[in-house]
C-alpha cells in the first residue's frame, strides 16, 4: 500500500491485498489437487469445475470490490428484501412439489438462497447498527428490528430443515450485533438460555437424524456402521495420514468410497489422508491469514458500517472453517457445512467468495481515506 | 474481560454511550473475537496432531481392515472311499449362493428377488425366510447352490444393489449313490450358532459355503475330512466391490476317509430293500469288514445338505417305514428263530449229543405246561430241529441246561453288546437272563421265559448288526468283530477254541436250511460250486389273537429276518437281512440270496432287480424323487417346518427308535405262541408305494 509510488507495478495491481490473495490462490489450487484425487485421480468431474467456479466467483468478488459504500447501503435493504423473498419461494415451491427442496431453480443453475442470506444478513445487520441512533444501541427495544431480521430467514431455512445454514445465519448476525456494542449481559444471558433450552430443543425441536447426529458425536465408535459411520470414517481418514500422509493419489479411505462425501464436507479428511498433518497445517495456516487479514480490514475501517460488515464477513467465513473442521475431527456433529475454497460445490464457493469481496471492498474503502484518520491511534 | 463487565454488565450507573465508546467497544470485542478465532485454530491444530500423531497407529490400522478384506477359502472336504477306492462321498464344483442375514436391508424382498432371478420353488423360498428369519445374524444361509454359469452370472452383475448376498464358486458334497448310504455317510450342513461356539467361534465354521458333518460318518470324521482352509487377501470398496487380490494361499483338502463298505454291494443291497422296510449288513468273515450296512427307507443326504426342507421333512416324519432311522444300529428285533444256531452250539458246549433225539408231537411239555410249536416235526434231532425250525427242541434243551448257560453263549457272540464302530449311536439290545429280569422288573423267571427266548422272542432283542456280527462270529468259530474304517492293520480275530466237529455241525445244519429239506430252500444261489448258509426267523410283535402276522395293520405284521453266511463250507461272507414287519421271514431271504448272488456274480443280481424296479417304480432314489415331488404337490403348504437344529431331529429319531424297540415286550408277559407258517411274507405299507396300482412283489409267495 504504502509502495505505490516507488513500485513499477500499475498501482490498481499493486493496491490488491495479495498478502491474502496468495494465500486464497494456494489454498484453491490444493483443493483442486485433493478433488483431483477424489475423482481418483481425474480432473472431471471435480476439481476442473471448481477452479472454473472459483474464476467465475473472482469475477464476482472483483464487481463487489469496485460498489461505491453508497450504492452498497442503498441495496442493502432491497436485497435483503428480495433474498428474503427466495427463500420464501423455495418453501412455496417445496410445498407444492410435496417435500423440502432448498434449490430454487433459475433455469441456467441451481440457486440456495439459504447460502446467500448468510453474507446478506451481515450487511443488513451492519447497516442497521450503523444508522442506529448511538443512544439506542443499548436499549432493548432496538432488539426488535434485528431479531426480526434474524429470525425471519431463520425460521424459514429451518424448515427446510437445514441446521447448519441456520446456525451459521444466526452466527452471523450475533457477531455483527456484539460487534455493534450491545450489552455483553445480553450475549450472556442468550448463551445460558441457549443452554438450558438446549435439552428441550433436542428433544422437541430436532428431527430423528438430527439427533442421532448429535448423540453419535459423543460416541461415535459405538455406532460405526451407523450414524457414527462419517465421523468413524473421516478420523481414520485423518489419523491415517499421520504427518506426512499416504502420498497424492494414494488415499485409501477416499479411494475406496469408505470416507462418505470425500469431496464435499469431508474434503479435508480427504486432504489430510494423503498429505497428512502437513497438508493440515497448510489449510489451518491459510485460513488463519484470510481471516487475520479480515479481521484487520474491520479494524483499519473508517465508519461503523465498514467494520461492523467487514467483521462479519469474515466471522461468516470463520464459522465454516471451525464448524467443517470440528466435524471432520470428531469434535462436532455432522451438520453439513462444507469447508470454504476447498470443497467442491457452487454455492458454498458463491457465498465465501462474495465475502472475500465485500472484505476486499471494504479494504478499498480503507485506502481511499487518507491515513492516520481519528480511529487509529485506538 | 473484567473491564466489560465492570462497564456494561454489572454496573448501576448507566453507561454513556457515543462513537467513541462504541470503537473502543469494537476493539476490545474485535480482539475477543479474533483470540476466540485463534484459539479454535490452535484447538484444530492440536486435535489433527493427537488424531494423526498420537492416534495414527490405531487409525493406521483401521484403515487398513477398512481396505483390506480376508476370506477364508472353505477347504475341499475330503472323500470318503469305499473299499475299492470308489467314491461314496466326493466334491462337485458347482456356484452358489448365500445370504448373510446381518446385511439384509430387507430379507424377504430380496429373497423374493432372488427367488425370481433363480427360479426356486416357492416352499424353498419360504424355508430361506424361515431360516433368515430365526438364524443368528452373522451366520450365512444358503440359498441355492448347483446353480448353472447364466444363473450365476445374472445374479453377480446385480451384486452392487444387493447387500449381504454372497454369490461364489466353490464346491458342494456329493454322494453319487444319494440314498443308499444316506443313513451310513449321513450329510452335511451349515454349522450351527452352538456348532460355532463349541469350536471357540472359528472363523471357518461362519464362512459362506463351509459345511460340517451333521450325521454319520460325515461327522465322527469331521476332524479328518475338514481340510485346512484357503485364504484370500483382497482390497475392497466400501460396498464390498472387490478391485484386486492381493494374496491367495491356496486351501489343502482334507484328507480321504476309506471304508470297508462295498459301494456297489451297498447301492445293491438298499435298492434290493425295495418298498420294504429293513437293513441288510454284509460283512467279511475273515476281517470283520462290514462290506454292506443299508437301511432302507432313507433320505438322500444330497438334498439334506442345503438344509432340510420343511416337505421334505414332513415327507419323512409321516412316513411309518421311518426314513430317518438307520435300522441296522438302532432297529432292534426280537431275532426269532435266526439265534437257534447259535443256541445250538451253547447246546453243544453242554455237552448235549447232536443225535439226540425229542419228540415234538407240535409241541412239548415243559414242566406242567404244554409249549406250542408251530408245527408238528415228529422226532428231531438238532440238525433238523435248524433246518426245520423245531421249537419244541429248543424248548427242551433250553429248559435242560439252564437259559443262563445259553445267554452267557449269546452275549459272547456280541448280542447285547456294542462294538468299537465310528457311528453315532448304537443300540445295545436284550439278551434276557434271570438276574436282568428280576433288575428290570422286579420278576422272577418262569418256565416260559425260557421258552419265549429260546426261540429268540420274548425279551430278546437284537439289532441287525449284532445278528451279522453272530452269523460271522457262528461261521467261523472266531471272535470276528465288525470294522468300518480301511487300516492297515490285518485284523486276526481269536478263536472262541470249538471243536471244529461243532462248527462244521452246525455250518451243514444251516446249509440244510436252505440246500436241503429246510425251511428257506429258495435262497438257494443260482451259482454253481456256491452255496448259502443261514437261517430263517420270524419274530412276532403282537399276539396271535391281535394279528395273523402277515396281514391287516402293517404294524402289526411279523418281522423277517434272515442270518446268513456262503460259501457254507469256507465261510467268506456273513450277513443278516432284517425287513421289519415284513409277514415273515419269506420277506427277508429272497434278499440275502440276491445279494448273495450280487456279490459272487454281479450281473446275474443286477438282472434280477431290474426286474424288481420294474414292477417298483424305479430305483430307490427316483421312487424318493417322485414320492417327494407328489408330496409336495398335494401337501406343500400345509407342512410345519423341521426343528431348528439337526441334532434335534436325531434325537427325536433315536427316541422313537428305542420306543418303537419296546413294542415286542409288551407281548413277552407271557408265552409267545409260535406261528403255524414260519417263512411267511407279507405286503409293504400302503405308503410305500405311491403308484397307483402298485403292489409288492418284493416278497415270495408264502409256503
Known amino acids: ?378 | 474481560m473484567k473491564n466489560w463487565f465492570s462497564k456494561n454488565g454489572l454496573s448501576s450507573r448507566p453507561p454513556v454511550i457515543n462513537a467513541s465508546t462504541l470503537k473502543n467497544t469494537f476493539n476490545r470485542r474485535s480482539v475477543l473475537i479474533g483470540t476466540v478465532q485463534g484459539g479454535v485454530g490452535v484447538l484444530l491444530a492440536v486435535r489433527m496432531g493427537y488424531l494423526a500423531i498420537a492416534e495414527n497407529e490405531k487409525y493406521r490400522l483401521e484403515s487398513e481392515s477398512n481396505r483390506v478384506n480376508l476370506s477364508l477359502i472353505p477347504p475341499r472336504r475330503g472323500w470318503i472311499l469305499d473299499r475299492n477306492g470308489a467314491p461314496l462321498a466326493s466334491n462337485r464344483a458347482d456356484f452358489r449362493v448365500d445370504v448373510i442375514p446381518d446385511r439384509l436391508s430387507e430379507p424377504d424382498k430380496m429373497i423374493d428377488q432372488i427367488g425370481n432371478l433363480l427360479e426356486l420353488e416357492p416352499t424353498r423360498i419360504a424355508d430361506i425366510k424361515q431360516e433368515v428369519a430365526v438364524s443368528g445374524g452373522y451366520q450365512p444361509v444358503e440359498v441355492a447352490s448347483g446353480l448353472n454359469y447364466e444363473q450365476f452370472a445374472a445374479l453377480s452383475v446385480r451384486l452392487p444393489d444387493m447387500q449381504g448376498v454372497v454369490p461364489q464358486r466353490g464346491f458342494s458334497r456329493f454322494y453319487p449313490i444319494g440314498s443308499s448310504v444316506g443313513h451310513l455317510i449321513g450329510y452335511v450342513g451349515p454349522a450351527n450358532a452352538e456348532e460355532y461356539a463349541e469350536e471357540d467361534r472359528n472363523p471357518l465354521l461362519v464362512t459362506p459355503g463351509y459345511k460340517i458333518g451333521k450325521d454319520g460318518l460325515e461327522r465322527q470324521f469331521e476332524q479328518d475330512l475338514r481340510g485346512v482352509p484357503g485364504a484370500r487377501r483382497v482390497e475392497v470398496t466400501a460396498s464390498g466391490r472387490i478391485i484386486r487380490d492381493l494374496e491367495t494361499r491356496d486351501d489343502i483338502q482334507g484328507d480321504p476317509v476309506k471304508l470297508t463298505i462295498d459301494g456297489p454291494l451297498q447301492d445293491y443291497a438298499a435298492r434290493r430293500i425295495g418298498l420294504e422296510s429293513g437293513s441288510v449288513v454284509v460283512m467279511d468273515c475273515d476281517t470283520g469288514d462290514l462290506l454292506c450296512m443299508a437301511s432302507m427307507p432313507s433320505f438322500d443326504p444330497n438334498s439334506f445338505s442345503d438344509g432340510i426342507g420343511s416337505v421334505e421333512y414332513a415327507m419323512l416324519r409321516e412316513d411309518e417305514r421311518v426314513p430317518l432311522r438307520n435300522k441296522v444300529l438302532q432297529g432292534l428285533y426280537p431275532p426269532g428263530s435266526t439265534i437257534k444256531p447259535m443256541h445250538c452250539l451253547a447246546f453243544l458246549q453242554a455237552g448235549i449229543d447232536p443225535e439226540e433225539r425229542i419228540i415234538c408231537g407240535g409241541g412239548r411239555r415243559i414242566g406242567n405246561r404244554f409249549f406250542r410249536c408251530h408245527s408238528n416235526h415228529g422226532s428231531v434231532d438238532m440238525n433238523r430241529a435248524i433246518a426245520q425250525s423245531c421249537d419244541s427242541y429248543f424248548y427242551h434243551f433250553a429248559q435242560k441246561i439252564g437259559f443262563d448257560k445259553v445267554a452267557a453263549m449269546a452275549s459272547s457272540f456280541g448280542m447285547g453288546k456294542q462294538f468299537p464302530l465310528p457311528v453315532n449311536s448304537q443300540f445295545y439290545g436284550t439278551v434276557p437272563n434271570p438276574q436282568w429280569k428280576e433288575k428290570k422288573f422286579g420278576r422272577s423267571w418262569e418256565p416260559f421265559d425260557t421258552v419265549n427266548a429260546s426261540i429268540g422272542q420274548g425279551y430278546y432283542l437284537a439289532s441287525p448288526l449284532q445278528l451279522a456280527v453272530q452269523a460271522a462270529r457262528l461261521a467261523t468259530g472266531k471272535v470276528v468283530d465288525p470294522r468300518l474304517v480301511m487300516d492297515n492293520k490285518t485284523p486276526n480275530p481269536r478263536s472262541y477254541n470249538f471243536g471244529s466237529q461243532e462248527i462244521d455241525y452246525i455250518r451243514q445244519a444251516m446249509s440244510d436250511v436252505v440246500n436241503g429239506a429246510g425251511t428257506a430252500r429258495r435262497a438257494r444261489l443260482p451259482i454253481d460250486g456256491v452255496q448259502l448258509a443261514g437261517k430263517t426267523g420270524t419274530a412276532q410283535v403282537v399276539s396271535l389273537s391281535v394279528s395273523d402276522g402277515r396281514s391287516g395293520p402293517w404294524k402289526y405284521r411279523d418281522h423277517g429276518l434272515f442270518v446268513f453266511f456262503a460259501p457254507f463250507d469256507k465261510p467268506k461272507y456273513a450277513g443278516a437281512v432284517v425287513i421289519e414287519h415284513g409277514g415273515g421271514s419269506g420277506s427277508a431271504y429272497p434278499i440275502a440270496r440276491d445279494v448273495m448272488t450280487f456279490l459272487f456274480d454281479p450281473q446275474k443280481g443286477l438282472d434280477a432287480l431290474r426286474a424288481y424296479e420294474r414292477k417298483w417304480g424305479g430305483t430307490a432314489q427316483e421312487r424318493l424323487e417322485k414320492r417327494y415331488a407328489a408330496y409336495a404337490a398335494e401337501r406343500g403348504a400345509t407342512v410345519t417346518p423341521p426343528p431348528r437344529r439337526d441334532e434335534d431331529i436325531f434325537d427325536e429319531v433315536e427316541a422313537e427308535a428305542r420306543l418303537a424297540a419296546q413294542q415286542s415286550e409288551a407281548i413277552a408277559d407271557d408265552v409267545i405262541v409260535p406261528r403255524a407258517d414260519q417263512t411267511a411274507s407279507g405286503t409293504p405299507p400302503p405308503g410305500a408305494a405311491n403308484l397307483a396300482g402298485l403292489s409288492a412283489e418284493n416278497s415270495e409267495a408264502p409256503r
Open chain 1, 1 to 378: 500500500m504504502n509502495t505505490q509510488r516507488a513500485s513499477v507495478i500499475p498501482y490498481s495491481i499493486a493496491r490488491q491485498p495479495w498478502g491474502m490473495l496468495i494465500p486464497l490462490f494456494l489454498l484453491v489450487a490444493f483443493g483442486a489437487a485433493v478433488l483431483f484425487s477424489a475423482a481418483g485421480g481425474s480432473m472431471q468431474p471435480y476439481a476442473s469445475s471448481h477452479v472454473i467456479r472459483f474464476g467465475v466467483a473472482m469475477v464476482i468478488a472483483l464487481i463487489i470490490t469496485a460498489l461505491p459504500r453508497e450504492l452498497v447501503r442503498f441495496l442493502t435493504y432491497p436485497v435483503y428484501i428480495v433474498v428474503f423473498v427466495m427463500l420464501l419461494g423455495v418453501e412455496v415451491v417445496g410445498a407444492l412439489r410435496g417435500g423440502s427442496q432448498r434449490w430454487l431453480d433459475l433455469g441456467f443453475m441451481n440457486l440456495q438462497p439459504s447460502e446467500l442470506m448468510k453474507p446478506v444478513i451481515v450487511v443488513t445487520l451492519a447497516l442497521f447498527y450503523s444508522s442506529l441512533p448511538l443512544s439506542m444501541v443499548t436499549n432493548w427495544r432496538a432488539l426488535i428490528v434485528p431479531g426480526a431480521l434474524i429470525a425471519l430467514p431463520v425460521s424459514l431455512v429451518l424448515m427446510q430443515p437445514d441446521l447448519g445454514t441456520s446456525l451459521a445465519i444466526v452466527f452471523g448476525g450475533g457477531v455483527v450485533m456484539l460487534l455493534a456494542g450491545l450489552p455483553m449481559r445480553w450475549f450472556v444471558g442468550a448463551g445460558l438460555s441457549a443452554v438450558a433450552a438446549a435439552p428441550l430443543l433436542f428433544y422437541f425441536g430436532l428431527k430423528d437424524y438430527q439427533q442421532r447426529r448429535i448423540l453419535t458425536m459423543f460416541d461415535s465408535e459405538a455406532d460405526a456402521l451407523g450414524d457414527g459411520y462419517h465421523i468413524a470414517q473421516s478420523k481414520i481418514a485423518i489419523g491415517s495420514g499421520g504427518i506426512f500422509g499416504k502420498g497424492f493419489n494414494n488415499g485409501s479411505q477416499s479411494h475406496l468410497q469408505y470416507l462418505p462425501e470425500p469431496h464435499t464436507d469431508f474434503v479435508f479428511a480427504t486432504m489430510a489422508e494423503e498429505w497428512g498433518l502437513i497438508g493440515g497445517l497448510f489449510v489451518l495456516a491459510v485460513f488463519s491469514l484470510i481471516l487475520r487479514w479480515g479481521m484487520k480490514v474491520a479494524r483499519e475501517s473508517q465508519d461503523r458500517f465498514s467494520s461492523l460488515l467487514a467483521a462479519g464477513m469474515s466471522a461468516t467465513i470463520f464459522f465454516y472453517v471451525a464448524v467443517n473442521l470440528m466435524m471432520v475431527m470428531g469434535m462436532a456433529p455432522v451438520v453439513g457445512i462444507p469447508l470454504p475454497f476447498m470443497s467442491h460445490g457452487g454455492s458454498s464457493m458463491l457465498t465465501n467468495m462474495i465475502c472475500i469481496g465485500a472484505l476486499m471492498m471494504v479494504n478499498r474503502w480503507n485506502q481511499n481515506v487518507p491515513r492516520g484518520g481519528f480511529a487509529r491511534e485506538a
